[in-house]
């Protein structure tokens, strides 16, 4: 894959947490979903970024996947992924691959929703 970091393999290679290929499977999805999202270390976690950041990881999650989305709020999400109220950042959480499996498509909009709006779209 194309968009993929090497910084964010080698952060994955010392990454030990009973999750690692569930973060894996999700980082997957976020970057098949358009080749023109890339991704960076930033905050010492995977963040995808597009004209700004996107979302990122919280890598100490034990229970289930989450990634924020820093401007979460203001993205149109059909779906309903996106979980929080706060005034910006919303989170999305995955719980198994079957979950993630079931969110992409929700997933996959909500990025889509990202680069249109940055876009001018």
């Known amino acids: 894959m194309v968009n993929r970091n090497p910084d964010v393999d080698r952060w994955f290679d010392g ?9 894996q499977k999700v980082r997957e999805a976020v970057l098949a979903s358009d080749e023109r999202v890339g991704e960076v270390i930033k905050w ?3 963040t995808f970024v597009y004209k700004g950041n996107i979302a990122s ?21 059909p779906h309903g992924l996106l979980q929080g109220d ?7 959480t995955f719980a198994s691959a079957e979950d993630i499996d079931a969110k992409r498509p929700a997933l996959e909009a909500v990025i889509a929703a990202w680069i ?6």
Do not use: I
């Open 116 to 121: 249109a709006a940055r876009d001018g779209g």
């Open 44 to 46: 010492q976690a995977p």
């Open 15 to 23: 990454y030990d947490n009973p999750l690692k290929d569930l973060v």
């Open 57 to 77: 990881f919280f890598p100490k999650a034990r229970k289930h996947v989450t990634l924020m989305f820093h401007r979460g709020a203001s993205l149109d999400d």
């Open 86 to 92: 706060g005034a910006t950042a919303r989170s999305a």
